[in-house]
């Protein structure tokens, strides 16, 4: 996220009986609608997807320049987004 037009947004969503073979679908549709709208101009990449097995939560990490290119890939990626926020890192340093 070198850009500092780029912001992180990360969306949760519920999926019913997720599994690690869902988990892995949901993020490899994350990945190719992101590289879609990349393709059209697009500013977003697809950074991380993880998963709460047990809780039938699935949260899905963002760079982009705003929440609606999310939103966009989500709907691309047919992925449900129960929540859709900008988020900020904090580290040790």
Known sequence: MGDASMKAY???SYVPDLDEAVAARTASSLCAATAELRARGVTIEFLHS????????????????GPADVRRAAELARVVSDHLAEVTFYSCD
């Open 50 to 65: 993880f998963a709460v097995l047990g809780d039938e939560t699935n949260f899905s990490l963002f760079s982009a320049t």
């Open 10 to 12: 990360l969306v949760e």
